[in-house]
């Protein structure tokens, strides 16, 4: 006998339990508790008979699903397949087996699902049939929106020019594919779906060799990351077209957050790459030789500072290239150029880059070179090649090159010292003759050594204080006074004594030291011309000469301000000397800072007039305050002084007209003193009163105030006339 209910709970859903064993009272419990259960569940139970009619139901109130009293009458209110539906599965009921089926309802647009239960006595006798209505109209319709909007969206994928795909995560297969990836793809669209292609298969068949792990590391990313994923590469398609596309995926994850999906949208982009690989090809190299350029070079450059590695940097010029242009036409000099260019790519070694500059320099470089000797022996063999005739357009055309090199890192280690050390020994190939080379630290030419020593060493003099100015005076032609002065820069250096600024202004001028050298100049000018007028010595003005490259550079007329109020001197006391062949080479930029200097109250003078081949126009635009004419006038060579006298006597003459002081430099002989001084030439600077000296020597010539003539060349000049007179 049962004694619990918790026993008699047991008992339910168990077909083999004994008559014996249970009372009468515990049938009617195990009744009441199965009646609970129907009465309490939220689907529609229905005891049917086997014919059909409704014996029982679970509900009172009759929903519309089970208000019939038999089967057949469902046959109105249902849709034709589902009624048919229903006959099916219940004569399948019947005959002892389960059965489903969705019927939809006619008039209220329900969605039930019917399962049919055969209710089986003694002997497994089917009895009845018991019928579960379980409502899935809300289900349904959400699933047929989905279908619906599913429907749409395939309809507006498959007409994009994009592919759109959808893979499930656990077995990695394309669930979608629109035609755009099947087109995208060159793949059969009726098989895509056939195949049963999944992600990784897709990716192993069509991805590129070389874009592959990289797409297998960004779809772990998408999955780990739960974040859109964007990624660039290329497929082969089965015909062996090469494509670049851009891919976005996108995690779709369900309720739980678990990812179930991936989405992927892909876009061919070749045309675009294509553009940037061009755009960037052309950013990178000439357009006619098709060698890298400057942008390509300074990158190369960039990457090998970074490496460390030693290398060579040869800059190759073709000699005497503008006469090619000028005689045969640019179409000829551009097949020169780019023949030059194939010949340099076959006979350089392999680890060469090499790069055209611009109209007909070269660079090279050349990695990890072996010796200095190989880097000769290479560059040797370059010019001998280039030398070979060239068949250009029916024309022999015979090539010579001269060549400059600088090493990595003991000429230098950035680009801008490398370039230039290798620029100055091209200098030096070119000025011995061309068709030939230099290298930078390796000349056993005397000359070239001192020239880089003393480049090497400018840097210092300039911190140094080896520099220092020399005084030469500029004296009135009728008296003799001392009225200023020019001061001339010196190099006193520590090896080879004193420099003339021939020699090294030129080497300053190479390596852009000439705009600290001239405002060291400026400086050193005013503060001397405060001591002096601190002593109470009478000068009346101190000219400099300036580069034509530092009164280009922004900002010399306020250097020059500066140096005047920090050393309390009016400008009237400074002059500046500039050539007259600057003029012909910067006309605007000279102009706009001669006007500054003048309106500040600085004198300026037209030095070495006569020589630069300046026009008429110059001194008119220019306004200057004093014409220097050249020595090369004033030292006449014999039976040349008759013109020269001619053409200073002219130059005077137009001077005055404009309203200028002449000065004539370079007098050593009393006949020049005499003839200048016969046509009231103003002032006189030369050997014939005085050298340039040293400031203390200078300081002397003040005291006295007046200078006279060098008397040795007095009575040279009244022996000279008295030989004449005999």
């Known amino acids: 006998m049962v004694k619990t209910e918790t026993n008699l709970l047991r008992l339910l859903f168990q077909q083999n339990s004994s008559r014996n064993d249970i009372s009468r009272d515990d049938a009617m419990n ?82 039930v699902n019917m399962q049919f239960i055969p209710i089986k006595g003694e002997h497994e006798q089917v009895n009845g049939v018991g019928l579960i209505i379980q409502d899935q109209t809300i289900q349904r319709l959400e699933q047929l929106a989905m279908k619906s909007e599913n429907k749409g969206f395939k309809l507006i994928f498959d007409h994009l020019h994009i592919g759109v795909w959808v893979s499930e995560v656990k077995s990695g297969k394309l669930v979608y594919a629109s035609k755009g990836l099947a087109d995208l793809y060159e793949y059969p669209f009726e098989t895509f779906h056939e195949d049963q292609l999944d992600i990784k298969q897709v990716i192993n068949q069509f991805v590129h060799q070389e874009d592959r792990k990289t797409v297998l ?53 070749t045309d675009e790459v294509m553009m940037q690989e061009q755009l960037k090809y052309s950013a990178n190299h000439d357009i006619l030789t098709t060698l890298p ?29 503008s006469v090619i242009n000028g005689s045969l036409g640019y179409q000829v000099g551009d097949e020169v150029l780019k023949t030059i260019a194939t010949r340099l790519s076959l006979i350089l070694p392999d680890n060469s880059f090499i790069a055209r500059l611009r109209s007909n320099d070269f660079i090279i470089l050349l990695e990890d070179y072996e010796s200095k000797d190989a880097i000769i022996s290479i560059t040797e063999n370059l010019i001998h090649d280039i030398k070979q005739p060239l068949l250009i357009d029916e024309y022999e055309i015979n090539m010579t090159t001269s060549v400059g090199v600088s090493l990595y890192p003991e000429d230098g280690d950035t680009r801008e010292v490398l370039m230039e050390k290798a620029h100055t020994a091209l200098s030096h190939a070119k000025k011995i003759g061309r068709n030939t080379f230099r290298l930078y630290s390796y000349s056993k030419d005397t000359a070239f050594q001192r020239k880089l020593a003393l480049e090497k ?12 100015l020399y005084y030469q005076p500029l004296v009135e032609t009728k008296t003799g006074t001392i009225v200023g002065a020019e001061a ?122 006569g020589t630069g081949f ?13 014409l220097k004419i050249d020595q090369v006038f004033i030292q006449s ?69 007046v200078l006279e003539p060098d008397p040795v060349k007095v009575e040279q000049d009244r022996l000279i006339k008295g030989n004449k007179v005999k």
């Open 293 to 321: 350029n400057q942008r390509s070079l300074d990158e190369k450059l960039a990457h090998l500072f970074r490496e460390k590695n030693r290398f060579a940097l040869l800059f190759l010029n073709l000699d005497r290239f």
């Open 614 to 626: 300046a026009s008429l126009n110059y001194l008119r635009e220019y306004q200057a305050d004093t």
């Open 30 to 111: 195990l009744l009441n508790y199965y009646a609970s259960l129907g009465n309490n569940t939220p689907h529609i139970l229905i005891v049917l008979s086997l014919e059909g009619e409704r014996l029982a139901t679970n509900t009172t109130r009759l929903h519309a699903m089970a208000d019939f009293s038999n089967l057949v009458e469902l046959k109105e209110i249902v849709h034709k397949n589902s009624y048919d539906n229903i006959q099916k599965a219940f004569q399948k009921s019947v005959q002892g087996s389960q059965a489903h089926c969705e019927v939809e309802f006619i008039h209220n647009k329900t969605y």
């Open 637 to 705: 060579r014999d039976g040349q002084v008759e013109k020269d006298n001619i053409i200073v006597g002219s130059v005077m003459e137009m001077a005055k007209g404009l309203r200028m002081k002449i000065i004539a430099e370079g007098v050593e002989e009393y006949g020049q003193y005499r003839f200048l001084r016969n046509r009231h030439c103003d002032f006189i600077q030369g050997y014939l009163f005085s050298k340039p000296v040293p400031v203390a020597d200078f300081e002397k010539l003040l005291v006295t105030g």
């Open 217 to 269: 590391k960004s779809a772990v990313e998408a999955l780990n990351k739960l974040e859109p994923v964007y990624i660039r590469y290329r497929i082969t398609c089965n015909n062996g077209t090469v494509k670049w596309l851009t891919c976005h995926t996108a995690p779709y994850t369900d309720e739980h957050g678990e990812i179930t999906h991936i989405f992927g949208m892909q876009t061919e982009i």
């Open 488 to 609: 001339l820069i010196r190099w006193n250096h520590k090896e080879w004594g004193l420099i003339s600024p021939g020699e090294f202004i030129p080497i300053a001028e190479e390596n852009h030291l000439i705009s600290e050298i001239s405002d060291w100049v400026v400086q050193k000018a005013c503060w001397q011309i405060r001591q002096w007028l601190d002593k109470g010595l009478n000068i009346a003005t101190v000219s400099v000469n300036i580069s034509p490259i530092r009164l280009m550079k922004k900002g010399f007329t306020e250097y020059v301000k500066r140096q005047l109020d920090r050393f309390h001197v009016s400008a009237n006391y400074l002059g500046v000397e500039i050539t007259e062949g600057s003029l012909l080479k910067s006309e605007k930029g000279v102009l706009t800072t001669l006007a500054e200097l003048k309106e500040l109250g600085v004198r300026v003078a037209i030095d070495d007039f």
């Open 457 to 468: 060493d400018m840097i210092a003099a300039l911190e140094k204080e080896e520099f220092e």
